[in-house]
């Protein structure tokens, strides 16, 4: 099991809007920034969103994070066709020596 | 652009070792951590730890103490991660990734990603 939980899975139609959510702990997404990853098989994965809800350069404005408490979310608007991919939460734990953490990942089905 | 490049797939039977390589261009590579991150099939992502690639200083995961080396040689932007002792469930997708200090968060963060490397085990 992942330390970071998430949903399997979750969809939406072009243009609606969908969440993700991430659910953590005191030790992990309590204390620390949250990021978001965008990942479709064999390719690298992506960095979508850091510090909770800053955007790469690159990243378009449709993708946006928030973090409140031990839980994140990503929110995407205006669905695409090309968001239909695996996204991951991931954020440092403090416990033990410190590690990263992440969630199990979301798979995004664009209907 | 900043690009990882990974080697490519191994088979390995249980007991031995794997070395994964990570080959960087487009930033200053002793600017920036690396981190590695595996996946195994139908799993989430799992970080066995990064390397200082100025120093050369490491932290590993607790869970791979002992079995993981990390390794960089500057003079070719590369880095290296050598796993042991090799079991069926390490059979995975291993992954390097850039890690960028962040001042405020205190750890670096992983920020470009190579395309990964499948190291299978199997007798």
């Known amino acids: 099991q992942s330390v970071l939980t998430q949903p399997p899975s979750a969809s939406g139609t072009p243009g609606q809007s969908v969440s993700i959510s991430c659910s953590g702990s005191?030790?992990?997404?309590?204390?620390?920034?949250v990021l978001w990853y965008q990942h479709l098989p064999g390719t690298a994965p992506k960095l979508l969103i850091y510090?909770?809800?800053q955007r790469p350069s690159g990243v378009p404005d449709r993708f946006s994070g928030s973090k409140s408490g031990t839980s994140a979310s990503l929110a995407i608007s205006g669905l695409r066709s090309e968001d239909e991919a695996d996204y991951y939460c991931?954020?440092?734990?403090?416990?033990?020596?410190?590690?990263?953490?992440f969630g199990g990942g979301t798979k995004l089905t664009v209907l | 652009q900043v690009q990882l490049v990974q080697s490519g797939a191994e088979v390995k039977k249980p007991g031995a070792s794997v070395k994964v390589s990570c080959k960087t261009s487009?930033?200053?590579?002793?600017?920036?951590?690396i981190h590695w991150v595996r996946q195994a099939p139908a799993q989430g992502l799992e970080w066995m730890g990064w390397?200082?690639?100025?120093?050369?200083?490491?932290i590993y995961a607790q869970k791979f103490q002992g079995r993981v080396t990390m390794t960089r040689d500057t003079s070719i932007t590369t880095a290296y991660m050598d796993l042991s002792r090799l079991r069926s469930d390490d059979t995975a997708v291993y992954y390097c990734?850039?890690?960028?200090?962040?001042?405020?968060?205190?750890?670096?963060?992983?920020?470009?990603w190579g395309q990964g490397t499948l190291v299978t085990v199997s007798s």
């Open positions: 487009g930033y200053t590579f002793t600017d920036y951590f």
């Open positions: 990734a850039r890690g960028d200090y962040d001042i405020l968060a205190g750890y670096p963060v992983p920020d470009y």
């Open positions: 005191r030790s992990n997404i309590g204390g620390n920034y």
């Open positions: 510090r909770n809800n």
């Open positions: 991931a954020t440092w734990d403090d416990s033990l020596r410190g590690f990263w953490v």
């Open positions: 390397i200082n690639s100025n120093s050369g200083g490491t």
